[in-house]
């Protein structure tokens, strides 16, 4: 039998100038024969020579508009500018009723070409960034705006994000501001001079090397360009590319008037030194609203391999700028009358961080609701409630455990469907299958989280829990060591480090439970189940006071926790597990944990 393979779809990046005259149905319903002959004139001495000019086609003629395509986005908006000042200049003695003018979009986008004909979403953003221009206008996506601020003679004002028609995501706009801007226009540019930055937008300034040796620039610009993608698989962040951030390389920068332009809210700049045989990286966050530093960190590390060093640093400075980023975003969200949906999804997750207790999981619950409220289809926002369900269920904080983890289930599926490479979606598929009896599953799901953001450390973490309830505790400490490796001062990284008391108390190293178990809760005490672990493995060591001591802390958080809770949800079906988790019970009633 001879194989079929499957028929070879030609792609190409291309820039794309999407167009249509303004009105068309009116003005031929007022006078088609003379509508048809001035549109006929206008496409031939005016769009067609533009067009020709810059090396670009026309792809086809939709009755009142037209699709083109071009090598470069640069091209394509030099031929729309001409064009549209010649169309300006041919109309200008028409009646205002009468006068033809084309709107413009321009956007640059991977697309599927077929002999008369191309498609893709690209070509899409390219439509709907037209509709949104003035008429005579030309309206740019960012990514367009990217490659030709500075090139083409005009200057841009910034719309910000525009909600487009059946466009999943908003995207950042830009429109051609003329000499002689229209009362519209106008309102357009005053606008965008007033409106806030988007969330959680960023520029990476190329770091500075300090150690006076020009061969460590290519680690330095290393370091650089690999922030600037990590930080773009972020969920919500927009970062700008790293060609517009290096055009700054080794200038002197107002950080305030840098925000203004690129339209961020945050910039993230840096150094790097080599002394000997140590390597110093310094960063620092700033506000680009108020030119307040917000946060920052030194690495000082043994010189290794200066590529597993990059990726080491350039792991734990995404980690980190992550948490911060979320906070700082929470933080001008309290202050909002009438905070939007991805405010609240920020104050969901600011919550959501402080710790793993009842009280916390409520507030964060709350946010995320509201923000779906807001817009039902919102993932983060599922995403968010769907964790706060799967963490409910799975540190025992409610008596309906099985229906938060069902509900998380639910969630999460649905963000799924709607974003199937979502990293921590998958990570929260695998947290869920821990607790549901297919641990052995859930690896998978890590894995693929994994392989979607490398820098997901809590994945890493959360295999090692797998593992525990597959009864392999002693590979637990491996995973949580790496996950720490990746993110030191991660927000959950107590929690990484009670996995690892809880693996050591599976194989009755008491003690060495005990340690872990201190040293997570000495990173952050809000995690409820984790004092009754610990009072419990002090228990067994013959350490009574200390273990009631730490049971009350953990009632402390939540007054409702029993053993009767904890016995009813068993999650495990592994030999090796069940019976540390009855050794557990009874170290849990040693310690003074109510029955229930």
């Given at each position: 039998?001879?194989?079929?393979?499957?028929?070879?779809?030609?792609?190409?990046?291309?820039?794309?100038?999407?167009?249509?005259?303004?009105?068309?149905?009116?003005?031929?319903?007022?006078?088609?024969?003379?509508?048809?002959?001035?549109?006929?004139?206008?496409?031939?001495?005016?769009?067609?020579?533009?067009?020709?000019?810059?090396?670009?086609?026309?792809?086809?003629?939709?009755?009142?508009?037209?699709?083109?395509?071009?090598?470069?986005?640069?091209?394509?908006?030099?031929?729309?500018?001409?064009?549209?000042?010649?169309?300006?200049?041919?109309?200008?003695?028409?009646?205002?009723?009468?006068?033809?003018?084309?709107?413009?979009?321009?956007?640059?986008?991977?697309?599927?070409?077929?002999?008369?004909?191309?498609?893709?979403?690209?070509?899409?953003?390219?439509?709907?960034?037209?509709?949104?221009?003035?008429?005579?206008?030309?309206?740019?996506?960012?990514?367009?705006?990217?490659?030709?601020?500075?090139?083409?003679?005009?200057?841009?004002?910034?719309?910000?994000?525009?909600?487009?028609?059946?466009?999943?995501?908003?995207?950042?706009?830009?429109?051609?501001?003329w000499e002689e801007q229209s009362p519209a226009t106008h309102g357009v540019c005053a606008k965008s001079d007033t409106a806030s930055a988007p969330h959680l937008s960023i520029v990476v300034l190329p770091f500075t090397n300090l150690s006076g040796d020009p061969e460590q620039e290519y680690f330095v610009d290393?370091?650089?360009?690999?922030?600037?993608?990590?930080?773009?698989?972020?969920?919500?962040?927009?970062?700008?590319?790293?060609?517009?951030?290096?055009?700054?390389?080794?200038?002197?920068?107002?950080?305030?008037?840098?925000?203004?332009?690129?339209?961020?809210?945050?910039?993230?700049?840096?150094?790097?030194?080599?002394?000997?045989?140590?390597?110093?990286?310094?960063?620092?966050?700033?506000?680009?609203?108020?030119?307040?530093?917000?946060?920052?960190?030194?690495?000082?590390?043994?010189?290794?391999?200066?590529?597993?060093?990059?990726?080491?640093?350039?792991?734990?400075?995404?980690?980190?700028?992550?948490?911060?980023?979320?906070?700082?975003?929470?933080?001008?969200?309290?202050?909002?009358?009438?905070?939007?949906?991805?405010?609240?999804?920020?104050?969901?997750?600011?919550?959501?961080?402080?710790?793993?207790?009842?009280?916390?999981?409520?507030?964060?619950?709350?946010?995320?609701?509201?923000?779906?409220?807001?817009?039902?289809?919102?993932?983060?926002?599922?995403?968010?409630?769907?964790?706060?369900?799967?963490?409910?269920?799975?540190?025992?904080?409610?008596?309906?455990?099985?229906?938060?983890?069902?509900?998380?289930?639910?969630?999460?599926?649905?963000?799924?469907?709607?974003?199937?490479?979502?990293?921590?979606?998958?990570?929260?598929?695998?947290?869920?299958?821990?607790?549901?009896?297919?641990?052995?599953?859930?690896?998978?799901?890590?894995?693929?989280?994994?392989?979607?953001?490398?820098?997901?450390?809590?994945?890493?973490?959360?295999?090692?829990?797998?593992?525990?309830?597959?009864?392999?505790?002693?590979?637990?400490?491996?995973?949580?060591?790496?996950?720490?490796?990746?993110?030191?001062?991660?927000?959950?990284?107590?929690?990484?480090?009670?996995?690892?008391?809880?693996?050591?108390?599976?194989?009755?190293?008491?003690?060495?439970?005990?340690?872990?178990?201190?040293?997570?809760?000495?990173?952050?005490?809000?995690?409820?189940?984790?004092?009754?672990?610990?009072?419990?493995?002090?228990?067994?060591?013959?350490?009574?006071?200390?273990?009631?001591?730490?049971?009350?802390?953990?009632?402390?958080?939540?007054?409702?926790?029993?053993?009767?809770?904890?016995?009813?949800?068993?999650?495990?079906?592994?030999p090796i597990s069940l019976a540390s988790r009855e050794r557990l019970i009874e170290g849990m009633r040693m310690a003074g944990v109510p029955e229930g």
């Open positions: 039998m001879v194989q079929e393979w499957p028929v070879r779809v030609e792609r190409r990046l291309s820039a794309i100038l999407a167009a249509d005259v303004v009105g068309y149905s009116r003005l031929m319903h007022d006078n088609e024969e003379v509508t048809h002959t001035k549109l006929a004139m206008l496409l031939t001495e005016a769009v067609g020579p533009a067009i020709t000019e810059h090396r670009g086609r026309i792809v086809k003629n939709t009755g009142d508009g037209f699709l083109a395509e071009f090598p470069s986005a640069v091209e394509a908006v030099r031929a729309a500018v001409r064009f549209q000042t010649r169309v300006a200049e041919l109309t200008i003695g028409d009646a205002e009723g009468s006068r033809i003018a084309f709107r413009v979009g321009v956007n640059i986008g991977d697309v599927i070409i077929e002999p008369h004909d191309i498609f893709g979403d690209g070509v899409n953003i390219a439509a709907r960034l037209e509709t949104i221009a003035e008429p005579g206008g030309i309206c740019i996506s960012f990514s367009a705006y990217d490659h030709v601020r500075g090139k083409v003679g005009v200057e841009f004002a910034d719309i910000g994000e525009q909600s487009l028609k059946n466009i999943a995501r908003p995207v950042r706009a830009f429109a051609v501001v290393g370091v650089t360009e690999s922030l600037t993608t990590d930080l773009s698989r972020i969920c919500g962040a927009f970062v700008i590319a790293r060609n517009t951030a290096f055009t700054f390389k080794g200038k002197a920068l107002d950080v305030k008037k840098l925000g203004r332009e690129l339209h961020v809210r945050y910039v993230l700049e840096g150094s790097v030194q080599r002394s000997g045989n140590r390597l110093r990286v310094n960063v620092q966050l700033v506000d680009a609203e108020t030119g307040n530093h917000l946060w920052a960190e030194r690495f000082d590390k043994p010189i290794a391999d200066l590529f597993d060093m990059q990726d080491e640093i350039v792991s734990r400075l995404a980690n980190a700028l992550d948490a911060e980023l979320i906070a700082a975003e929470a933080r001008r969200a309290e202050h909002l009358v009438h905070p939007d949906t991805m405010d609240l999804v920020f104050q969901g997750r600011s919550c959501f961080n402080r710790g793993l207790i009842p009280d916390y999981m409520i507030q964060a619950r709350h946010f995320f609701e509201q923000a779906l409220a807001l817009d039902p289809e919102n993932i983060e926002a599922m995403v968010g409630l769907a964790r706060v369900d799967q963490n409910l269920g799975a540190s025992l904080m409610t008596d309906d455990r099985s229906a938060r983890l069902v509900a998380a289930e639910t969630t999460i599926a649905k963000v799924l469907s709607l974003a199937p490479k979502h990293a921590s979606a998958h990570a929260i598929v695998g947290a869920v299958q821990i607790f549901t009896k297919r641990a052995a599953q859930s690896i998978a799901e890590f894995e693929q989280a994994l392989a979607l953001d490398h820098n997901l450390a809590r994945a890493h973490a959360l295999i090692g829990l797998a593992k525990l309830f597959l009864g392999r505790g002693e590979e637990t400490e491996s995973h949580v060591n790496e996950a720490i490796r990746l993110s030191p001062r991660d927000t959950f990284a107590a929690e990484w480090l009670i996995y690892v008391g809880i693996a050591k108390a599976q194989f009755g190293a008491d003690a060495q439970a005990v340690s872990w178990m201190r040293r997570g809760l000495d990173a952050n005490r809000n995690y409820s189940i984790a004092h009754f672990h610990l009072g419990a493995a002090l228990a067994r060591l013959g350490e009574l006071e200390q273990a009631r001591t730490a049971v009350q802390a953990g009632l402390a958080l939540d007054p409702n926790f029993t053993i009767h809770r904890f016995r009813a949800h068993a999650p495990r079906d592994n």
